[in-house]
């Protein structure tokens, strides 16, 4: 380690996981240590790169993951373990060119750390070969970490597959969770999966990890985690809280939801939106069009292109339900979500609890409806509706229950309490991310960390 007074500038290299899950706090990141006086450089896939344009001071390198994106029937755990064999030798050599660039235009210091996705572990590897320091940031919940641990485990002692993977059961020895909250994934069998998780969790050699995730909402399995890793980390979300704002969507926002939302009484809206990457069966959507449209409250559902099986958008929207809403009803392919929730019309969020969505709807004080898909979504569900207790369990998508829950979480004293406790919890992780709290503290912590490499 140098002394942190020798060292004029600090270059670090990025490296994303081509997901918008992934990409908006990995750059959120950048941006918040470019203001810290950090030059950037983002090693991205071709699969899903992120605009240069929206980010004019950084440096952008791609990283050709070959042709597997291009393979129509590929799911993403496959994706995901062919792009960390694919980009290794490009990404050594970019990273090995781009240092000698860095020489020429006198960057005398050159790289100072590579931070990776959890999910992009050849960049780490990479980091190694070249004696480069690196981190990881985690972009789930502390709670996902414990429990995809917990299946690997459960794997060991012969308990996978489940009897029943719907059971209430509480799972032996993890907080809070049932064998039904477990993130399962349905995209690969389990042995693919478990093979993923063994990769982002055994033998890492980064120095640090960074956690998209704060004390006040995580205290007790933060604590577990870090009695667990053998390096120091930071706690420092919610990310998108902390930096400045950076535009990092892949798909266009389609702004005139705001103009609508501005037309709503307050606390009135459901807003819906299921994230980037679950999608639905005709059938799903006409069950969830008809709650919407019976639980006659006004509501903005952002309805990805692609999203609903055999559609390329609405054209599967059950006949007369459009007609029928009216003015009540905007629908839209992709919206500002964060401006959406920070609305005031804005008075509950039906999600698939992404932790992203998650932590955006907390920092708004919106309280949920949750109708988890797969993976971390069904931890984070548990955790709103259990632990944080700002959020609605969904059981099943069928019109009549969707109704009623749109209604209580809107119109009804349940509801009431809960975007109160909402509130408050928004105003626990504004003291957590404000000068003093725990995320600033450890971004700080962080930053000082970095400059000691
Ligand atoms: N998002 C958005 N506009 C939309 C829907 C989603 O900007 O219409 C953003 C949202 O703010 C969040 C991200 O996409 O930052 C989705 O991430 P999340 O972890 O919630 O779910 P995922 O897409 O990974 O399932």
């Not at 699969?47 to 952008?60: A, K, L, M, W």
């Not at 704060?214 to 890793?229: R, Y």
């Not at 005709?282 to 069009?289: D, I, L, S």
């Not at 099986?309 to 007609?323: Q, T």
Request: aromatic letters at 8%; hydrophobic letters at 40%.
């Amino acid at each position: 380690m140098r002394n942190q007074t020798e060292r004029q500038s600090w270059h670090l290299v990025l490296v994303p996981c081509p997901f918008q899950g992934h990409l908006n706090p990995m750059l959120q990141l950048a941006t918040i240590l470019h203001s810290k006086g950090f030059s950037i450089t983002i090693a991205h896939t071709i699969y899903n790169s992120p605009s240069p344009q929206n980010h004019p001071d950084f440096t952008f390198l791609p990283i050709p993951e070959g042709d597997i994106s291009s393979s129509p029937d590929i799911d993403i755990i496959d994706l995901l373990l062919g792009i960390n064999v694919n980009c290794k030798l490009s990404f050594q050599q970019s990273l090995a060119n781009h240092k000698q660039i860095l020489k020429q235009q006198d960057v005398e210091e050159g790289i100072a750390c590579v931070i990776s996705d959890e999910l992009m572990y050849f960049a780490e590897a990479v980091a190694d070969n070249l004696r480069l320091p690196s981190i990881i940031l985690r972009t789930s919940s502390t709670a996902t970490f414990l429990a995809r641990s917990a299946l690997l485990q459960l794997k060991e002692q012969g308990l996978i597959p489940f009897h029943d993977s719907c059971s209430h059961e509480m799972v032996p020895k993890l907080h809070l969770l049932r064998f039904k909250d477990l993130p399962l994934s349905i995209f690969a069998d389990f042995e693919r999966y478990a093979q993923l998780i063994v990769y982002c969790y055994h033998n890492r050699t980064s120095l640090a990890v960074i956690w998209n995730t704060l004390d006040c909402l995580e205290q007790l399995c933060l604590m577990q985690v870090q009695q667990q890793c053998q390096v120091p980390i930071f706690p420092i979300g919610p990310i998108h809280k902390i930096s400045p704002p950076t535009s990092t969507s892949l798909l266009e926002e389609d702004r005139s939801c705001i103009d609508w939302l501005d037309k709503q009484s307050h606390n009135s809206v459901i807003y819906v939106s299921l994230g980037s990457v679950a999608f639905l069966s005709e059938k799903e959507v006409a069950e969830m069009a008809w709650g919407l449209a019976n639980s006659e409250q006004p509501f903005l559902w952002v309805v990805r292109p692609g999203s609903i099986h055999g559609s390329n958008w609405i054209e599967l929207l059950p006949k007369g339900f459009r007609d029928g809403v009216g003015e009540r009803g905007c629908i839209v392919k992709w919206a500002p979500q964060k401006e959406v929730l920070g609305h005031e019309a804005v008075g509950g969020f039906w999600s698939h609890c992404g932790w992203n969505s998650t932590l955006e709807s907390i920092c708004e004080g919106v309280p949920m409806i949750c109708r988890p898909c797969f993976g971390d979504q069904r931890v984070n569900s548990r955790y709103l509706c259990h632990e944080w207790r700002v959020g609605l369990e969904l059981e099943r998508l069928e019109r009549g229950e969707i109704e009623r829950a749109i209604r209580k979480l809107i119109l009804d004293d349940e509801g009431k309490e809960m975007r109160v406790r909402a509130k408050d919890l928004k105003e626990r992780v504004e003291v957590s991310t404000g000068k003093g709290g725990s995320s600033h503290n450890y971004l700080n912590e962080l930053v000082d960390l970095i400059k000691s490499f």
